[in-house]
């Protein structure tokens, strides 16, 4: 099983930054995949930024040029720079990280960390 602790999600005003962190501990032998994905309420969960193995990046149109995904390798650690932040980036934000295993990939998520942009 694979631990997921997120970290860094609160409340702050149009135009701040935020940064989001995820720690992944448990047994983890190969990471895939590392990456960000939020649900605002009545809308289904999106891909924000994730981070493949071997270092290409993925980024939501609605966040490039203001979000910045990077990981700590050595810790298991995925961050999240959100800059200029908008009211729609209002959502709960889900660390998502993807584990080799012999039989084939694996899933796993965090419980979510809340981001509000509001005046």
């Known amino acids: 099983q694979v631990q997921l602790v997120e970290s860094g999600g609160g409340l702050v005003q149009p135009g701040g930054s935020l940064r989001l962190s995820c720690a992944a501990s448990?047994?983890?032998?190969?990471?895939?995949?590392m990456g960000w994905y939020r649900q605002a309420p009545g809308k289904q969960r999106e891909l924000v930024a994730n981070?493949?193995?071997?270092?290409?990046?993925n980024y939501a149109n609605s966040v490039k040029g203001r979000f910045t995904i990077s990981t700590d390798n050595a810790k298991n650690t995925v961050f999240l720079q959100m800059n200029s932040l908008k009211p729609e980036d209002t959502a709960v934000y889900h660390c998502?990280?993807?584990?080799?295993?012999?039989?084939?990939?694996?899933?796993?998520w965090g419980q979510g960390t809340q981001v509000t942009v509001s005046s």
């Open positions: 998502n990280v993807v584990v080799r295993r012999t039989s084939g990939l694996e899933d796993y």
């Open positions: 981070i493949v193995s071997g270092g290409s990046t």
């Open positions: 448990g047994s983890i032998f190969s990471i895939y995949v």
